[in-house]
C-alpha cells in the first residue's frame, strides 16, 4: 500500500535570483519557519527535494501533545498549542486541529508516579493535566471493553491535527506572504564568502542568499556532512495503520504499550505501538554507537533492530559532492520505509480487544515512516557558530510534528537575531562538542 498522500502543493516555476533565507526542506519545520520569516517581511525560498510534507511531516502520527514531553521541550510546546488554536485562522486553510485531550495509560504504579512527578513541569503555563485513577479512566473511556492500567495521566489541551493537510497550509500561508516554495529542487551545496553563507546551488540553479536553515529531518546529517559540519542523528522508523471510517471508538487520543490511537478528522483511526520502533542497522549506527549508549540503556526495550538492505544502500551511498554533480537527494526523492509485518500485524489485535467496536474495521493504508533522532532526543535549533549564516532545525526525534509551529518560530528568531521566544539553550547545536552531558532525560 502506498503512504499517504499530502495536500498538493504545486511549486513555483521560477527560481529566484536572491532571497533573505533559504530553507533547505519542506516539512513542517521548514515551512513553519519560512511563514514566521515571511510575516516578518522578509525574503524567503524553500527548497524541496521532493513535495511538501511527503515524509515524516505527513507519515506521523498527528498528535500535538505537551504532556511526556521531555521538560527541556515543555515551554517550547506550550507556545506550540498556543500558535496551534489559531493556526486555521493564521493560515486561511484547515489543519484538522482539534483539543481533544490526550491519556497516556500507566501499566503500573512506577509509571503512574513518573507521571505524577512529571506534571509540575507544566506549571508555570497555565495548562492543566490530572491523574485519573483506574476507576476514572474506565469512566473516561466508556467504548473500551478492556483497558489494562492502573491510571492515566490526562491532559485535555493536548490534540491533533491531520499531518496530511499541515504542512502544505503552513507552506501555503507562507507563499501568501511571498515566499517562494520550490518543489523537486534539491540544494546540493551551501556557498560561503569569507566564511559566511552567500548562496545555494540547487539543482535548477543558484540561489543568493544570506542565512540558510536546515531542515531535512532524516536527511539533515546527510547534507551537513558534504559541507564538514557533523549533526548526530540516526533513524527510527515508526509504523503506522489508517482503519477506515468507524463508530463506536474512542474521541480521545490513547497511549498504551501495546498501541497508540487517534481518531482522524475523516471518521477512521491512526494507529501505531505505543512502545516500539525499528532502528536499521546502518554505517551511522557504528560511527555513533558511543553516542547513544545513554538513550539504548533507557529505552532498550521500546527498540527492534533491524538489519537490511538498507545498511548496503547507505555504505554505498555518496558522502560528498560537488554543485556541478548529481546529490543522493536527486536519487531518492522520497524516502519510503516498509512497514514491518511484524510491528503492524497485531495492531488491530490488540486495539479489537480494548474497543469492541473497532475489532473488524478494515485497514486502509500501512504505512512507515523515519524518524532522525539526535543522542539525546532533543532538536537542534541553532546557528551553526562556525558558518556564520548557516543554521539547523532538525533531530526532533519523533515529536517534530506538534511543536512545529513554535519550532519554526524559534528558528526564525534566531535567524533574524530577535529576541527568542524561549530560552534556546538546550537545543544549541554546540552541545555535542562544548563537553555537556547528552542523554534523554530520564524522568520522562
Avoid at 509485518?341 to 479489537?352: A, C, E, F, I
Amino acid at each position: 500500500m502506498p503512504g499517504p498522500t499530502p495536500v498538493p502543493v504545486h511549486g513555483d516555476q521560477k527560481l529566484p535570483a536572491r532571497v533573505d533565507v533559504v530553507i533547505v526542506g519542506g516539512g513542517i519545520i521548514g515551512c513553519s519557519t519560512a511563514l514566521e520569516l515571511a510575516e516578518a517581511g522578509h525574503s524567503v525560498a524553500i527548497c524541496e527535494k521532493g513535495g511538501i510534507g511527503h515524509e515524516q511531516s505527513s507519515r506521523n502520527w498527528g498528535w500535538v501533545r505537551i504532556s511526556r514531553r521531555d521538560p527541556r521541550e515543555v515551554p517550547l510546546m506550550a507556545e506550540a498549542i498556543r500558535l496551534w488554536r489559531n493556526l486555521d485562522a493564521r493560515t486561511g486553510r484547515s489543519t484538522g486541529y482539534r483539543s481533544a485531550g490526550i491519556m497516556f495509560v500507566c501499566d503500573d504504579e512506577d509509571r503512574f508516579e513518573k507521571y505524577r512527578r512529571w506534571q509540575r513541569h507544566l506549571e508555570p503555563f497555565q495548562i492543566t493535566s490530572r491523574m485519573l485513577g483506574a476507576r476514572e479512566l474506565h469512566g473516561m473511556t466508556p467504548e473500551a471493553d478492556r483497558i489494562e492500567g492502573v491510571g492515566a495521566l490526562y491532559t485535555p489541551e493536548d490534540g491533533r491535527a491531520e499531518p496530511q493537510k499541515a504542512a502544505p497550509a503552513i507552506a501555503e500561508a507562507a507563499r501568501d506572504k511571498g515566499a517562494a516554495i520550490l518543489t523537486g529542487c534539491a540544494v546540493r551545496v551551501v556557498e560561503t564568502e569569507a566564511g559566511r553563507v552567500s548562496g545555494v546551488v540547487t539543482e535548477r540553479g543558484r540561489i543568493a542568499c544570506d542565512a540558510v536553515v536546515v531542515a531535512g529531518g532524516a536527511w539533515s546529517n546527510l547534507f551537513l556532512g558534504n559541507m564538514g559540519v557533523d549533526l548526530p542523528s540516526l533513524g527510527v522508523v515508526s509504523h503506522v495503520i489508517r482503519t477506515e471510517p468507524a463508530e463506536g471508538g474512542p474521541d480521545h487520543a490513547i497511549w498504551t504499550d501495546d498501541f497508540a490511537i487517534r481518531k482522524r478528522e475523516d471518521g477512521g483511526y491512526t494507529v501505531s505501538r505505543g512502545a516500539g520502533t525499528t532502528v536499521d542497522i546502518v554505517p551511522n549506527s557504528i560511527r555513533y554507537g558511543l553516542k547513544y549508549l545513554a538513550a539504548l540503556r533507557m529505552q532498550h526495550r521500546e527498540l527492534h533492530f533491524r538489519l537490511g538492505k538498507r545498511f548496503l544502500h547507505e555504505a554505498m551511498r555518496a558522502k560528498s559532492w560537488r554543485a556541478d554533480e548529481e546529490t543522493p537527494f536527486e536519487r531518492d526523492r522520497v524516502f519510503d520505509p516498509a512497514p514491518s509485518p511484524r510491528m503492524v500485524g497485531r495492531l488491530m489485535d490488540h486495539v479489537g480487544n480494548a474497543f469492541p467496536a473497532l475489532r473488524n474495521v478494515p485497514v486502509a493504508q500501512r504505512w512507515a515512516g523515519c524518524i532522525d533522532v539526535t543522542p539525546d532526543a532533543i532538536p537542534v535549533i541553532s546557528a551553526v557558530e562556525s558558518t556564520p549564516g548557516l543554521h539547523i532545525a532538525s533531530g526532533f526525534s519523533g515529536h517534530g510534528f506538534g511543536i512545529g509551529p513554535a519550532a519554526g518560530g524559534l528558528m526564525a528568531d534566531i535567524v533574524l537575531n530577535r529576541t527568542p521566544r524561549v530560552d534556546a539553550r538546550e537545543f544549541r547545536f554546540s552541545r555535542f562538542t562544548d563537553g555537556s552531558r547528552i542523554a534523554p532525560d530520564e524522568g520522562f
